[in-house]
DNA sequence: CCCCGCTTTTACAACGTTGCCTTCGTTTAT
DNA sequence: ATAAACGAAGGCAACGTTGTAAAAGCGGGG
């Protein structure tokens, strides 16, 4: 096997055959005899082609590539979240023969000076944008007129794969009701965030399914914080110090769960026994924290898989396709509750 | 600004010049007069022109892409230490309008059923590989002869940019001796890998230094597991049924410190009043222990700069260079020690 | 025997660059 | 005054692939 390419001409040549009908073999297309098929894809198999990406690309007018982008802070967060629907994405982008460029983006996204080299360079067919983003960048997305799907995200206009915040946020605190609480908090943080707006929402449906309606001072939320094992601390404080403690808490991420339950333990308290705890995400460390906590389980690796599959079909043109609007067009990822000790007597 | 892209041929009519003298001007090659330099300048400026990649990788007979690879498991850990490296490759290809594509290879690594598919589609002018990988992987790179290079990982005939993992650990252990500690125990695990054999070798030097021979009883290592915070709650576990125990620990990395610390601390013992401890590598998590965990910092993103200049140096066509042997073409990266509560009176 | 429709195959022009070679002026040396 | 040298710009053929339009092959019916 040799190591220098090997060009379509080659394989022709050794066919006894044109190029064009070399082309149409390799790509299932047009009418070719059974009988000319196999010779060629036989002498492709032989010579060891491989069709150059450059030559192909240029020739079809698309790049072959997709981005993915993400803040840089999701990105370098010690829970690789990001990076699973990542891997999930490059698994997907694989059957489809594309290439994943990743890249980041700072926090505070400026146009222009910012903007991701393969968009000023329109090296992408198709974009990828996982996790909040700032708006600026969302804009300037939606002005290129270019195929993106967001990722645990949701804009208007643009079609998201999304995971299921609302029903988990549910199940979790269905899962501490039965476990005979009455009194349950709601940690939280950066309510703009849709993703914790739709997991307050859900806590606020299971109570309301047993008939309870939330009590203000139960929920615990700082709104313009990010939702962070700091963030997490202060509203362990926070919940020190009220004056009727409720006896379990539903937490917006694991990364506040644990702030909060480091805050419990250190200030003497015991989990589950004086406070139960529930977060979401089932990060990594989840499990190992001092008391295992319980979670809510996102596959992260499938709605990296869904949203590349979905932008596949947004790439390949169709100009019957009409734009998205918010709330259309998302595809929901439904997640699964893991019990651990942290809320169970 | 439209978002249709424009060819070098309306650049050239718009300036009034041939196509020829347009590439010229823009990849600042061959003689050309400052007029029509500015005049074409000009022109590609208003048309907002962009060179087609697929275009031009396909006229040079190169990619434009750079492969970064790293075990999926290393990817995957919660600390995002390899995440850091490839953003400093990243940093580095833009100045070298390169793309990194990148992609993890599993732990089992099999040739051919693993191989990446920018390898096996020969769409990468080069190679970065980051952190250990299989044996069978380096052996198909070696046989490939695509300019590679090696990042936290050695191997024979490939270049690597390396931590300076003897002298880190050095001034660690010194550190430890300068706060008056007279039995310092080595925590480590898989021997194999370069990094930590380097780094028993710089404890053993810090103790030469002061005329002592390294104890055989305190170097408590796993040598066939990987350096996680699993394996260090094992040695831990090994620490305190020591006969005589040691007043210090100089752990092989952060991980394994982190595991000794939890151990210790689960067993009553003090963090650094009974045992001091010392990890490697300065993970985010280090700083957040129970007890602040002094470390030696690495500069990770540096890593990935220097490795991709180094990359792109041997991508650049020169037959007059001779191949890699071991210990040759090492570029060593400095780093410096952290001092936290962990090791402090 | 020729023409007609059908299937299979081929030739050829893109695609947007780059690199080499030529051409055309202009200056400098002889 | 003429030849040589030089600098600047242009023309053209790659690069490897795809898509399209046209050609070739092939039976069968008139």
């Known amino acids: 096997m040799s190591t220098s390419r090997c060009t379509i001409r080659e394989v022709a040549r050794a066919a006894g055959v044109s190029i064009s009908t070399v082309s149409l073999v390799l790509n299932n297309k047009g009418k070719v005899s ?12 032989e010579l060891g082609y491989v069709p150059l990406r450059a030559a192909r690309d240029l020739s079809m ?5 997709v981005g993915f982008v993400l803040r840089e802070d999701h990105f370098t967060r010690s829970e690789p979240f990001y990076t699973y629907i990542f891997l999930g994405t490059e698994f997907e982008a694989r059957l ?3 290439y994943v460029l990743l890249t980041t983006i700072p926090d505070d996204y400026h146009k222009g000076e910012h903007t991701p080299r393969f968009l000023r360079e329109r090296s992408v067919d198709g974009l990828l944008i996982a996790g909040k983003v700032s708006d600026a960048f969302l804009d300037e997305v939606r002005a290129m007129k270019l195929p993106a799907v967001l990722i645990d995200y949701e804009a208007e206009g643009l079609p998201a794969v999304v995971i299921d915040n609302q029903g988990g946020a549910r199940v979790a605190v269905e899962h501490l009701i039965r476990q005979g609480h009455q009194r349950i908090a709601f940690i939280g943080a950066d309510l703009q965030h849709p993703s914790i ?9 299971a109570l309301g399914r047993i008939g309870r309606s939330m009590d203000p001072a139960l929920v615990l939320i700082e709104p313009e914080a990010e939702p962070t094992r700091a963030t997490g601390q202060l509203l362990g404080q926070r919940l ?7 006896t379990a808490a539903f937490c917006a991420n694991d990364a506040l769960a644990l702030g909060v339950m480091e805050t419990l333990l250190q200030n003497g308290l015991r989990v ?3 406070i139960a705890l529930v977060g979401f995400d089932d990060v990594q460390s989840a499990a190992q924290a001092p008391v295992p906590l319980t979670s809510v389980r996102v596959f992260k690796e499938q709605l990296g898989e869904l949203a590349m599959r979905h932008l596949v079909e947004r790439m390949t043109p169709d100009p019957a396709r009409r734009p998205y609007a918010r709330g259309q067009h998302m595809i929901v990822v439904p997640c699964e ?3 651990r000790a942290s809320s169970i007597r």
Chains 1, 2 share one sequence.
């Open 34 to 45: 059974e009988a000319t098929r196999r010779r060629v894809l036989q002498a492709a198999r």
């Open 61 to 65: 007018q698309r790049t072959g590539n």
């Open 96 to 98: 489809h023969n594309l």
């Open 197 to 205: 707006a739709h997991r307050l929402e859900g806590y606020r449906i």
């Open 240 to 246: 020190l110090a009220l004056a009727e403690r409720p």
């Open 272 to 274: 589950p026994d004086d």
């Open 337 to 339: 509750l893991v019990v």
